[in-house]
C-alpha cells in the first residue's frame, strides 16, 4: 500500500498521522489513520517497484512501478524505492536528494527479496558459425577499446565473466592467467617488439591486436602495428624504457579456439563465442552499462540489501552522506587498457604518474565527496578498484572485498585518496597489486587522520612486483592516523625474487604511526615492513607489531615493543625493547596444518615478551601486569582479530 505520513502542528504539539490506501468497507475514503508522535520528516512515502509492473501505476505494493528510475524521479527526501524480487535492467539516476542522514531517499529491497541491479543486456539469435564457435548480431558498447566513458566488452555466460580470444590462452581467472615469456622489450619512445617463438601467425594479420605486460611494478599495454609468426612490433600507450617482460595477445578472431573464449567484431556488429561444451549458448550477455546508480551531485542517498551485477555505483566531489549498506557486488568495473592518465587529473608534482594511475581513479565502488559509508557488503571482481574513496570522511567497515585489479595498475581493493577516512574490520583478497593503497599520482600528498585497522589483508601482488599490501607513495603525510590491529599474510607474489612485503611507506612517507600488526607468510622471503628513503620532516613510528617476515628501516623510525622474528635491518636513531630472532617469544600456536586456518600469535605463560616493553601513551594503554608486553598481543587482554563478520 501507499503509505503517506503527514505532521501537524497544533496548540504546540506534533502530531503524526499515518495514511495508506484501504479498502475497508467502514471506511469510505479508504484510508487508515493513526497517530504517534514523530520526529521524521514532513512526508514521508514508501513506493514499490517489480519488473511486472508498470510506469503508469501509482508506485503501491498492489499497482507497483516497473523501473526502479520512475521511483527514483517521483521520490522526496524520507522516501523509500522498495524493490521486488527480479533483475532490473538500467542505469537509476535520482531526481533528488535527501536532506539529511534522518531523511535520505532509500533503495532497498523488499523484505530482503533477490534483486539484481544489471548492467548487462542477453544476448539472443545464435547461429552456428564454425564447429562448436556461434555468431551472433549484436551492438556491443565498443568496436575495440574505448578508454573514455565505456572501456571495455565483457561477455557472461550463465553470470560468469569469460576471457576474451587470446595468445596464449588461459583459464577464466584473470587473477592467475597463463602468460608467454619475456620477450616485450623498448624500442626507444612508444615502440616496442614483441618477441616469442611460439607467437602463431594469424591469416588476418596481428595489426590491431593489443599487447599486456607486466613492467616491473606497472603493467602497461599497447597496439600491434604489424610483423608476423614469432615477432612482432607494437605501439605502447606511453614511453617506456625497459622490456623482457612476460606478456598475453588480445584482439583477433583467429586466437578463438579454446571454450568460453569470445571475440567481438564492432565493423560488422558480430560476436563470435566457442561456446561451453560445444552445446547452443544460453544465458549469454554483455555489459551494456557502466553504472547501477549514478549518484553524482546527490546526497543522503540508501542503497539496502540490494545485488548489483556488471556495474557499479558513483558519486561526485558534491555528495555528501550516500550509505551503502548489504550489497552484493560482482563485477563492478572492467578495462582492458592502460592510457595515460591524463596531466589535469594527475596531483601536483605527480612525474611518473602517466601509466601507474590508469583507471586507478575512475572504477570501482566510487566515493568522492564527504561522509559516505559502505558496509556489510561484498565486492568482487573489478579490473580496477574494489572501493575508491576521494575526498574526507568516508567508512568502509565489515566488507569483503576480493578478486580486484585483474590489468595490475595502481588501482587496489582499496583505493584512498584524500583524508579523514576509516577503514576497518574488512577481509581484503586476491588483488593484482596492493590491497589498500594511497598513492600520490592522484590523490596528493595529504593522508591526514586514515585509521585502518583489524582488516584482515591476504593474496595479494598476484601480478606485480615492488609493492605491499598495505602501500603508500610518496611524500605522504600521514599525521593524525595509524595502522593497527591488521592481519597481513599468504600472499602468491607474482615474482619470488621481487616478492612482496607487508606494510610498505615508499619514498619519504613521514609521520605514520604503526602499532598492533601482525605479518607472516610473506612469499618471496620479502619483508613484513618497509619504508624507503624516510623522510627529514617526520617519523614513522613502529610499536608493537608482530612482523615474522624481514623489516628494513632507516633512521627517521622509532621502533619499540616489536617482535622481529626474521632478518632486520633497523637504522632507527630511536628504537628500544625489541625482541630479535634470536630470542623465541613463545608463541602459542604459530603454525598450522590447516590453511584456512589462523595461526595464534598470543603469547605462552613464560614468554620473554611478556612485561618486557615500554609504556606508550595511546598504543599500550589498558595493558596487564607490570608493564606491557611486547608484541601485538597483550597476555591477559581481550584477544583482538581481524577482518569481516561477512559469510561469502
Known sequence: MNKLRILLFATGILISFSISASDRSDNPHGYLLSSSPLDAANVAREYFVASKGSDNNPGTLERPFQTVQKCANVAQPGDSCLLRAGIYRETIRPAN?????TTPITFAAYNKEDVTISGANPVEGWQVFRGSIFRANASLPTNRYNDTGFFANQVFVNGEMMPEARWPNTGRDPLRPKLAGGGVRSQGGNAAIVENAEIPNLAEGWAGATVWTNDWYVTRTGTITGGTAGKLTAQMTAPWDRGGYWFYLVGKLGLLDSEGEWFYDGSDRALYLWTLGGTSPNSVEVKQR???FDLGDRSYIVLRNLKLFASTVTTSNASQ????DGIRAKYVSHHMTLPPLPKSEQAPNSDDGLIVASHAHDTGIQLRG??????????EWSSGNGVLLEGTGHKVTNNIIAN?????????P?????TNHRITYNTIEAAGRDAISFDWHTAGFDGNKIDIAYNDISRFGMLSTDLGAIYICCYINLAGGAIHH????????FSPFWGTRGIYLDIESYNSTIHHNVVWNITGGKDSFYLVAGSPRGYNRIFNNTFLGSIYTDKTVEARNNILRSSTSITASQQSHNLFQSTDPKFTKAT????????DFTLQSGSPAIDAGMTITGVTDGFVGSAPDIGAYERGAKIWKAGSRLKR
Open 414 to 418: 582499496v583505493r584512498i585518496n584524500g
Open 592 to 599: 598450522t596444518t590447516d590453511s584456512k586456518s589462523i595461526p
Open 370 to 379: 564527504s561522509k559516505h559509508t559502505l558496509k556489510n557488503s561484498v565486492v
Open 97 to 101: 536528494s535527501g536532506t539529511s542522514s
Open 290 to 292: 557502466n553504472f547501477a
Open 486 to 493: 591488521n592481519w597481513i599474510r599468504d600472499t602468491q607474489a
Open 321 to 324: 552522506g550516500v550509505v551503502i
Open 404 to 412: 580486484s585489479n585483474y590489468m595490475a595498475s595502481y588501482a587496489a
